[in-house]
């Protein structure tokens, strides 16, 4: 038995080292085939640009909402409209919309008093922001982001440059309680397994994503793909935008924009926590077989199994191999504090909060615990203080299954602030 016990935890070592073998692997390919966006470097426009109209839908904003208005206003490309789309809120997020718009020319804000059947509220925020937008590309910005000054034209030039429909970015996440340090890191590591950069910037690859937090499309693109109208059910949207833009064969880029994308997602654990299972579920498709296949994996490279196999390992090794036996927990034990450091590098997260993600990992593992209860029992999704009463905990459209043929929707001459 205690023979068992020892090939088992070498298996779970070896596993460990494997893992970690796999993230340098992605570490160096995103290195190699993600293009980074960088301010400092010279992105000349043409004389005649397009005009882009920035979207940004904002549900009890109030808190972030005029930073990141301000950072599309701060923008040195030459041609853009904002059109600020309050869903719903109750708290001041309009007032003070308003008040920044205040004789400011191209700018409008839209009031969204109703959600219609069907529709999440994001997404149908998103779709009636468009209906106002008068602009060749259409740039979608979360209301928790800030732009850099020149993220606009940095993004469009890339655009221009790789003759793309869809330029995403990946962005420095700013993180400042201790839950926030210790569980974002661990959770967005699910979307960068299910999603590498690297294969969704490659054409031969199925591979697709996108980052709602900001991503910026022509609508000739938008239209091509049915718009928001055939993601309208879903809790991932930009995932599923990404993935019929790529399908199509329309160009997709998915950028390193830590330099131009700054955001702060949640602020503390329950927000992280309920956040971050959303988005893992719903990117997974609600497949259980995906999320136990996950849930195992992060299981055993969680630090409480990673202790009992070097207890039963140790003891064994240094009697089978008494000169070599520290190699394997040595490379596993360098592997877990050096890789994590490059990892929150790319993620924008600086390196020393690495420390944390043996914890972050943990209440990662019971947080697949809470997905896999919800999809078994069908709960409701309950998303930015509305429950939809259609079950969303069961595989859906994330995947394109057709090639949409989408009518192009006239674009009002006239645009109308709502009030």
Known sequence: ????????????????????????????????????????HDAPLPNAVPLISVIVPAHNEEAFIRECLQSVLAQDYPRLELICVDDRSSDATASVARELFKHRIGCRLVS??????????????????????RGEWLAFLDADSRLEGSALRQC????????????????????????EKALLPAFASVSCMLFPLSEVNDPESP????????????????????????????????????????AAGLGLIFANGRKLLQTRMYTNFRETFNGWSRIISASMNYRLATVLKH?????????????????????????????????????????MAVVP??????????????????????????????????????????????TYSSNRYEPTRLDPVRSPQCAVRPSPTVLEEVK
Request: hydrophobic fraction near 50%; charge should be positive; glycine fraction near 8%.
């Open 341 to 386: 450091c490059f990892y929150y590098r790319q993620l924008g997260v600086p390196s020393k909060y690495s420390a944390f993600l043996g914890l972050g990992n943990l209440v990662l593992v019971v947080a697949f615990g809470v997905m896999i209860k919800k999809i078994l029992c069908k709960d409701a999704l309950q998303w930015r203080g509305t």
């Open 207 to 246: 591979t697709a994503s996108a980052n709602g937090m900001f991503y910026l499309i022509s609508r000739r693109t938008y239209n091509a793909i049915g718009g928001h109208q055939d993601v309208k059910d879903l809790a991932v949207e930009d995932i599923g935008i990404g993935k019929r833009v790529k």
């Open 156 to 179: 469009y030039r890339e655009a221009m440059r790789k003759n793309v429909g869809m330029v995403t970015l990946s962005p420095q996440f700013i993180v400042k309680t201790f839950w």
């Open 112 to 133: 969204v008093t109703h959600l219609p059947e069907g529709w999440t509220g994001k997404c149908h925020a998103l779709d009636e922001g468009v209906r106002y937008a």
């Open 1 to 40: 038995m205690n023979h068992v016990a020892f090939w088992a935890a070498g298996a779970v070592l070896l596993f460990m080292i494997c893992f970690w073998a796999l993230m340098v692997r992605d570490l160096v390919l995103t290195w190699l085939k993600v293009p980074s966006l960088d301010p400092c």
């Open 295 to 335: 849930f195992g994996t992060h299981l055993l490279m969680s630090v409480p199994v990673l202790i009992m196999a070097l207890y039963f390992y140790i003891p064994y090794a240094r009697e089978l191999w008494p000169s070599g036996w520290l190699l394997v927990p040595a490379v596993c034990a360098c592997s």
